[in-house]
């Protein structure tokens, strides 16, 4: 027993321990990032590094501010992105629901076909889309960023798993209720897949906002640039700005944050418990 | 209001490879107001049936009426029925309230007074007015069936579909809710199919019960003339709890032999006539422990159930179930002489299980309940 309960301790310690490395690992770049971007450019050279914030934040904002409107640049950023989360969230969900819950001619295939588009890597699929936007005279235009992805293969699968796990009775309930196709998609299965559409919501945000070389070949102008690309401006031929490139990542992650805490109380399990009697 | 027609009605499932076939040319009348139970062992398409009912399900061939429309081709939103799922499939993200008002909110014109009227008064009728604004994962299983059956109700349907609604409840609040629906079904007088597989509850609550087997009728009836009179040995030995005990027997003129030194003489052979071998049965509560007799079996087990014991007994490799007074209470492993009447005899054919005899001793009726006026 007294045995038993020592090794049970000892495992709590190593859990504690590995979780408290982990932790760690991944707080140090992003600390570093934080104390450099209120370090003068000078201070963030030196060695042995200086490990303290500073007071520089401002200027090196403001630098920031003068060379590239880093300010419209995350508000071209956050706009593209938001519109392309909702977007892609409905016709994912659509998609999803389709697949997990309706009999159709040729669904596996379909179903599979999406899934293999998994498999191409963004860096081919760049100029054939280049070309098509070029063609549509879409070019340096939001819309040319954001409809090319809103039907998101990942997205899609991962609805279709979830919904799948909604109970046939639920939606047949509500068919027998009087309600249509659409209305049992949006009254009935959204509203219990609340968590899923949470995660893939920020699922969906993070790639759009991280999307570099898409957005690199097909915006031309610095007032459309996203912060992927303005970061890019800032790495020159001469030197890098390393101050302002920590500013601006340090505001690249705000909206992050704020958006997985406004998702989190959506992230509570059981959404579906007392729907059905097990 | 209406009664329902079924007239041919097949249902077969496309798998692909091969067609499994769910229903077969299943035709039935169901009286206005009746109480019907469709009542079988699992996959016999006793679902299936009420799902096409519903019209869940597309009908491959015959022929659904409610009254004197055809509703065969009709969405189950068009039919005017309800229907009560087996684990109640409540909308998990709204309240009681929402719940039951669903559907008069999607498929009425009424204005959301009314229908929080209409609401409110189910609720009540229910017992379940505190719970209006709590989510269905807070209710208890009763609760969440009550829930459901309110659902169904508010909508004042033409047809109640119920679909095993008390298996997931334990035996004391089944037994409550059994009497409850029945009570609501009888006040509201809506034809009413219920589907089970559990015998006792069709028998408790059915005005008629259909029994199926294998996609297939076998056959419609008051409950007492299914058990009395089954049309075949299926029936005979899914209807009645404890089953009913079943042996084949040679015939010798009137005289049944087998199994073992089993031995039966008939007063009256003309039902085993021309037949080689036939299926004997006798119901549990027809069978005596005597003095002396004939025929003895091995006491295998003695369940004492208060009121009345079960004899478990073993008859050369048969089993035989007997239920006797409390009195009666033989030691386990002994040998007991048994008899019973053949009034109470059930024969079937050996080959194809349809009757050849059924009980015939007469139901002791001197106790009538008189209707207060």
């Not at chain 2, 009121?307 to 009195?327: C, D």
């Not at chain 2, 299980?353 to 139901?363: E, Q, R, S």
Request: one cysteine or more; aromatic letters at 10%; charged letters at 20%.
């Amino acid at each position: 027993m007294r045995e038993q309960r020592r090794k049970d301790a000892v495992w709590q310690f190593l859990t504690y321990a590995f979780v408290v490395t982990m932790v760690v690992v991944m707080m140090v770049p992003l600390y570093w990032m934080l104390v450099a971007a209120t370090l003068p450019q000078e201070q963030f050279l030196q060695f042995p590094p200086r490990l303290i914030p500073g007071t520089a934040f401002l200027d090196n904002f403001a630098a920031l501010q003068d060379r590239l409107d880093f300010v419209r640049t995350i508000r071209n950023s956050v706009l593209i992105a938001v519109i392309y989360t909702l977007l892609s969230l409905v016709l994912c969900s659509m998609a999803g629901f389709a697949f997990a819950k309706y009999e159709f001619k040729f669904k596996e295939p379909i179903f599979y076909t999406i899934l293999a588009t998994l498999v191409l890597p963004i860096q081919l699929l760049v100029i054939p889309l280049f070309l098509l936007m070029a063609q549509l005279d879409w070019t340096n235009t939001f819309r040319a960023i954001i409809l090319p992805w809103a039907a998101n293969p990942i997205g899609i699968f991962l609805m279709r798993q979830n919904m799948k796990s909604i109970p046939d009775a639920l939606l047949e309930s509500a068919r027998m209720d009087g309600a249509t196709e659409f209305q049992i998609f949006y009254r009935i299965a959204l509203p219990t897949m609340r968590s899923s559409l949470a995660a893939l919501a920020i699922i969906l945000f993070l790639f759009q906002w991280d999307l570099f070389l898409y957005p690199l070949v097909i915006l031309e102008s610095a007032d459309m640039y996203t912060i992927p690309i303005g970061l890019a401006q800032l790495t020159g031929f001469q030197r890098i700005y390393y101050d302002q490139i920590m500013v601006a990542a340090t505001l690249a992650i705000v909206p992050m944050v704020v958006l997985f805490l406004v998702l989190q109380k959506q992230f509570v399990s059981g959404i579906l418990a007392g729907s059905l009697k097990e | 209001m209406s009664g329902i027609t079924i007239s041919g009605l097949d249902k077969v499932y496309d798998s692909g490879t091969e067609n499994v076939v769910a229903v077969e040319d299943l035709s039935v009348e169901i009286n206005h107001g009746e109480f019907l139970v469709l009542v079988g062992p699992s996959g016999c398409g006793k679902s299936t049936t009420l799902r096409c009912l519903a019209g869940l399900e597309d009908v491959t061939n015959g022929s659904i009426r409610f009254g004197d429309g055809d509703v065969t081709d009709l969405r189950a939103s068009e039919r005017d029925v309800a229907m009560v799922f087996q684990n109640y499939a409540l909308y998990p993200h709204m309240t009681v309230r929402g719940n039951i008002g669903f559907g008069l909110k999607l498929s009425t014109k009424m204005t959301g007074d009314k229908i929080e009227q209409k609401v409110e008064n189910v609720a009540e009728m229910l017992g379940i007015s505190e719970l209006l604004n709590e989510k269905p994962k807070s209710l208890s299983g009763g609760q969440q069936q009550r829930v459901a059956l309110g659902r169904a109700i508010v909508r004042e349907p033409s047809v109640f579909l119920m679909d095993e609604p008390l298996s997931n409840l334990d035996a004391k609040l089944r037994s409550d809710m059994r009497t409850e629906l029945q009570e609501l079904q009888a006040d509201l007088d809506v034809t009413t199919v219920y589907v089970t597989h559990d015998q006792t509850e069709a028998m408790a609550m059915g005005d008629r019960i259909a029994v199926m087997d294998d996609g297939v009728l076998q056959q419609v009836g008051a409950p007492e003339d299914v058990y009395r009179s089954p049309v075949n040995q299926f029936v005979a030995d899914f209807i009645g709890s404890p089953s009913i005990n079943l042996f084949t027997a040679d015939v010798d003129g009137a005289t049944l032999r087998g199994p073992g030194e089993f031995t039966y003489e008939l007063v009256d052979p003309e039902p085993v006539a021309g037949h080689d071998r036939v299926s004997v049965g006798v119901r549990p509560e027809d069978i005596t422990v005597v003095e002396a007799g004939q025929n003895t079996a091995d006491v295998t087990v003695v369940e004492p159930m208060g009121n009345e014991n079960f004899l478990y007994m073993e008859m050369a490799g048969h089993e035989l179930t007997a239920r006797v007074a409390p009195a009666v209470r033989p030691t386990e492993g002994t040998h007991v002489p048994f008899d019973f009447d053949e009034a109470a005899l059930y024969l079937f054919d050996a080959e194809t299980g349809d009757a050849l005899k059924t009980k015939t001793d007469t139901v002791d009726s001197a106790i009538v309940g008189t209707t207060e006026d």
